[in-house]
C-alpha cells in the first residue's frame, strides 16, 4: 500500500491527500474518499511531506565527554564514566545498596568540582543524610530535595542546573497531569520519557533508580528499557556483602563488562581480586567441590561449584539451585543419569555457587556435573584441578569463549590441571591441559581412571 501511495504521489506532485485504500489524491483534505467511498482514508502525501535531513555514517566530531565518578567499577561498566545528556536506569533488589551506590556516585562526581543534585521520593532528607554520614560523603555540597512530583523534579533541575540529577526512585515520581498512582506502568513509563528528554535537551546526566522484584519487574525496569541509554543493574544476596554491577544496555560503552564490589560498613567498594576472595574459605578435601573459571563480564574470576547429595523418602526428590541456574541443574542430572549410568533418584540434590556470586554461563556446566559426580561418588576431586565446557545432551562437551583467559586465571591462582572441551585453542603456559569430548572421559580424567 505504502509502494502505490508512494507511486501515485509521484504522479501527482502537487497532491497533498491521497486515500489510502484506492489511491484518489487530492489537493484538500476528505472525511469520506470521493472515489471508493471510504472512510477516514485520507492520508497526507509523502511528496508534500517535508524530507528529512540524511547524512552518511562518517562522524567527525569529538568522542562524547565523560564524567568521571571515581568509583573505579562503576566507570569502568560505564564505558569510562557518565556521558553528558544520558539517561541511565539503575535497577535493582529493594534492599541491595541502589541508593548507597547513588550516593556515593553523587560524592565522587562533587568531589570533582561538578554539582548533583538527588531528589529523593522514597526517603526523608534526614534519612539521606545519616547514610551520607555513614558514607562520609561531602554532605555540604550535595543539592537534595524530597520530593516525587515530576513538575518539581525538572523545575529543580532547570533551577539548579546539576550536572548529576539522580531520581530515586521512578516507582515513587508522579506527574500529576496523568491518570494513576505512582508506580503504575503509565506513570513510570511518562516521567521516564520526560526525563530522558530533559537530559538531551540539558546536557544533564539523568540517573533514575529502578526497583525490580525477584519474580521480574513490577511497573518499573522492564517498561523503561527501551526509553533510557544504558541499564545497569546491582544484583546479590541480599544477605551476603558481595555484589556485582552489569550493564545489560549501553549506547555509549560495550555491555560485557561487569563490575564487582562488596558492600560494607562505608558503602560500596571495588573488589580488588574476586577470585581470591572467592575461593578464601574453600575447604580442602570434600567432595562434590570443583572450581570454575566464569566470566563476569570480560574478566575471569574462579569460583567453587558445590554439589550435596542427601537420601530422601520423597517420591520428588528436591533439587535446589543457589547461585547456579535451576534449569541447567535439572538438565545436568537427565544427562548424568542416561549418559554415565548415576542415578539420583531417592536424593536430595543441593547446588551452589559458593560466595554469593550468580554464575549464569553454560560453561559451567561440566564443573557443576563433575561436582555432581564427585559428591555421588564421594570421591574428591584434586583441588588444584578446574574444569570448563558446556554440557550437550548427548554428554558431548562443546567448547566456550575466552579458553584463554580462563586459564590464565586459574594458574594465577595455584591451579595446575585444566580440564577442557576437545578443540579447544592451546596454551603454553605451566597448566597441565586435558582434552575431553565427553562427560564420562572428563570424570576419567578427574580420577585417573
Ligand atoms: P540501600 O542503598 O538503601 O538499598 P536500596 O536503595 O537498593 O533499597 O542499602 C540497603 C542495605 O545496605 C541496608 O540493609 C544497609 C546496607 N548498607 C551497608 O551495608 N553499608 C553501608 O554503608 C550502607 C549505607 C548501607
Ligand atoms: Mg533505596
Redesign the pocket.
Same mark, same amino acid.
Given at each position: 500500500m505504502r509502494q502505490t501511495i508512494q507511486a501515485l504521489a509521484s504522479h501527482h506532485p502537487g497532491a497533498e491527500h491521497v486515500c489510502a485504500a484506492c489511491g484518489y489524491t487530492s489537493p484538500r483534505w476528505f472525511g469520506r474518499c470521493p472515489e471508493c467511498g471510504e472512510w477516514s482514508s485520507a492520508r497526507t502525501s509523502p511528496a508534500s511531506a517535508p524530507a528529512p535531513a540524511i547524512t552518511s555514517l562518517v562522524h567527525d566530531g569529538p568522542p562524547p565527554q565523560r564524567m568521571v565518578t571515581g568509583m573505579c567499577e562503576l566507570d569502568r561498566v560505564l564505558g569510562g564514566g557518565l556521558v553528558a545528556g544520558s539517561a541511565i536506569l539503575l535497577a535493582? /533488589?529493594? #534492599?541491595? %545498596?541502589? =541508593?548507597? +551506590?547513588v +550516593?556515593q556516585l553523587m560524592d565522587g562526581v562533587i568531589g570533582r568540582g561538578r554539582r548533583a543534585l538527588l531528589m529523593t521520593g /522514597?526517603e526523608s532528607v534526614a534519612q539521606v543524610a545519616l *547514610?551520607g554520614a *555513614? @558514607?562520609n560523603v561531602a554532605a555540604d555540597r550535595f543539592l537534595v530535595s524530597a520530593s516525587s512530583s515530576l513538575e518539581e523534579v525538572l523545575a529543580a533541575s532547570l533551577n539548579q542546573r546539576p550536572d548529576v540529577v539522580v531520581v530515586? =526512585?521512578v516507582q515513587t515520581l508522579r506527574d500529576d497531569g496523568l491518570e494513576g498512582a505512582a508506580g503504575s506502568v503509565l506513570q513510570v513509563r511518562e516521567c521516564a520519557s520526560t526525563l530522558v528528554a530533559h537530559a538531551k535537551q540539558t546536557g544533564t546526566v539523568v540517573i533514575l533508580?529502578g526497583?525490580v522484584t525477584k519474580e521480574g519487574a513490577v511497573a518499573g525496569p522492564k517498561a523503561l528499557e527501551h526509553v533510557v541509554d544504558a541499564v545497569l543493574t +546491582?544484583e546479590g544476596e *541480599?544477605d551476603g =556483602?558481595l555484589r556485582t554491577l552489569r550493564v545489560s544496555k549501553n549506547r555509549f560503552g560495550s555491555c560485557t563488562e561487569t563490575g564487582v564490589l562488596k +558492600? %560494607? %560498613? =562505608? #558503602? @560500596?567498594e571495588p573488589v580488588e581480586d574476586p577470585s581470591a576472595m572467592m575461593l578464601a574459605d574453600r575447604l580442602p578435601g570434600i567432595p562434590g567441590s570443583v572450581v570454575f573459571p566464569c566470566l563476569e563480564g570480560s574478566r575471569p574470576v574462579l569460583v567453587e561449584l558445590q554439589a550435596l547429595l542427601t537420601p530422601t523418602p520423597q517420591a520428588q526428590p528436591r533439587r535446589v539451585a543457589i547461585g547456579v541456574d535451576g534449569r541447567r541443574l535439572t538438565l545436568l542430572l537427565g544427562v548424568l543419569s542416561e549418559r554415565c549410568d548415576e542415578s539420583f533418584h531417592a536424593r536430595d540434590v543441593f547446588a551452589a555457587a559458593a560466595g554469593g556470586l550468580a554464575v549464569r554461563e553454560p560453561a559451567a556446566d561440566m564443573a557443576l556435573s563433575l561436582a555432581l559426580l564427585s559428591a555421588r561418588s564421594g570421591t574428591c576431586i584434586d583441588q588444584t584441578t578446574t574444569a570448563f565446557g558446556e554440557v550437550g545432551l548427548g554428554g558431548e562437551i562443546r567448547r566456550v569463549p575466552a579458553t584463554r583467559r580462563r586459564i590464565d586465571e586459574a594458574l594465577r591462582m595455584g591451579f595446575r590441571t585444566a580440564i577442557v572441551p576437545r578443540g579447544s585453542e592451546r596454551s603454553s603456559s605451566g597448566m597441565e591441559e586435558i582434552s575431553v569430548g565427553d562427560i564420562r572421559d572428563a570424570w576419567r580424567a578427574c580420577t585417573g581412571t
Open positions: 535493582g /533488589e529493594p #534492599g541491595i %545498596g541502589k =541508593s548507597t +551506590l +550516593l /522514597e *547514610r *555513614r @558514607l530515586d =526512585s533508580v526497583h +546491582l *541480599r =556483602s +558492600l %560494607g %560498613g =562505608s #558503602g @560500596l
